[in-house]
């Protein structure tokens, strides 16, 4: 009996283990490739992605999502331009052979803000995983040294210096980790960096300000720096772009406020430092307005109402609804000087018909008719004498 117990083990283990699995860790965006050798057949959580057909050797697609960007090539399959989505479990099916299965994490790094980095600003570094049993991830310092990284896969540097610049990297196994590269831009004086009253970065810097990259992209404000050393905005592209800002000193603090926004002034808004040297630094502000009296706030400097909110009603500015109404008027008018044509024609056909009705005829409808008797003898009249009136009828 224990003999049988032990064989029937031992069969379990041996069909378990006839189905290996690999582990792989790819960044998003890049191209994964799965090994497999004498591959027939792959799919993705049991959808089918790709096989090979016995008779003419053609590779036959399947309905996985995504079918389009995987092709068989060599001994395996290769996934390029990988999405979140297709991390999962993925099977090869092997010809004369047990199949394989690969565990496909994707992984996603970012920091917020977008490299490069301030000096003296904060910032987050992002690890994100998708797929399979969550793995913890955990953030190196470009020297190799561990920090302490939340659950989320995250890691807030509090004060960037520009010895944080570097490689980072998110590691996830000892052999598996995804490289971030950061630049760090300031002077090694982080004390001036951090001071909000030097805005050493902000004069030093070639062009800056504030642009609208979308819907309709447009400069709105720049720096303009004084013989003091004062910053002062420029509101010219501000104007032409129908909004209205104060006037105010500025000492490092390029932060903005919209006032009274409209939905007309829901966009993504950039404020951008462009040095000759340093490259370029720039931070982007996504704003979506849902009702007419929020008000939202972007920092430093005021951006007031908007000019053309004094001249518009219902959506449209005064020079349009004066030209509506000229034209309306113009059509009024028109239409009242048809009519009174229409009404005088009437009364000249009218009066037209009633003088032909009253013409008298230029002959007299009496005239004088006279009963002559039949030729014959004269009755005892002498010729000559002339015919009495009596037989004259009218």
């Not at 950061?182 to 050493?200: D, E, F, H, K, L």
């Not at 013989?227 to 006037?247: E, I, K, P, V």
């Not at 490092?252 to 808004?269: A, D, E, H, I, W």
Request: charged share 25%; proline share 5%; glycine share 10%.
């Amino acid at each position: 009996m224990p003999n049988k117990h032990t064989c029937l083990f031992s069969l379990v283990v041996l069909c378990l283990g006839s189905v290996r699995c690999e582990e792989l860790y790819v960044q998003q965006g890049k191209t994964a490739k799965l090994p497999c050798d004498g591959a027939v057949q792959w799919e993705y959580n049991s959808m089918l992605i790709i096989r090979e057909d016995s008779r003419t050797g053609n590779a036959l697609k399947g309905p996985a999502p995504m079918k389009d960007r995987a092709k068989m090539k060599g001994s395996g399959l290769e996934i390029s331009g990988l999405v979140t989505a297709d991390a999962g479990t993925y099977t090869c099916e092997r010809r004369n052979a047990g199949p394989i299965k690969h565990q496909l994490y994707v992984i996603s790094v970012s920091s917020s803000p977008a490299s490069p980095l301030l000096q003296g600003t904060q910032a987050e570094l992002r690890c994100q995983v998708s797929g399979g049993p969550k793995v913890k991830p955990s953030w190196l310092r470009p020297d190799g040294a561990r920090v302490k990284t939340s659950e989320a896969g995250s890691f807030t540097l509090q004060s960037v210096d520009v010895a944080d610049g570097g490689k980072w990297a998110c590691q996830l196994k000892p052999e598996s980790k995804i490289d971030l590269p950061i630049t760090a831009r300031g002077s090694p004086s982080s004390s001036a960096a951090s001071s909000p009253r030097a805005g050493w970065w902000a004069r030093s810097a070639s062009r800056r300000g504030w642009e609208r990259l979308s819907p309709n992209p447009a400069r709105l404000l720049s720096l303009e720096k004084r013989a003091d050393g004062q910053l002062l905005w420029n509101s010219t592209g501000a104007r032409g772009s129908g909004l209205h800002f104060s006037q105010e000193k500025l000492d490092g603090n390029l932060s903005v406020t919209l006032k009274k926004v409209t939905v007309q002034q829901s966009g993504k808004y950039q404020c951008f430092l462009k040095f000759k040297d340093r490259g370029n630094v720039a931070a982007q502000v996504s704003l979506e307005v849902k009702g007419q009296s929020d008000e939202t706030n972007h920092g430093g400097g005021t951006i007031g109402d908007q000019p053309n909110s004094k001249g518009v009603f219902l959506g449209l500015s005064l020079w349009v609804w004066l030209a509506i109404g000229v034209g309306c008027l113009v059509l009024i008018v028109l239409i009242i000087i048809t009519v009174l044509l229409s009404q005088r024609n009437k009364r000249m056909k009218r009066r037209a018909r009633k003088l032909r009705s009253m013409r008298q005829p230029l002959t007299a409808r009496d005239y004088c008719r006279c009963s002559r008797s039949t030729v014959g003898r004269p009755n005892g009249r002498r010729r000559g004498d002339a015919p009495s009136e009596k037989g004259c009828q009218r």
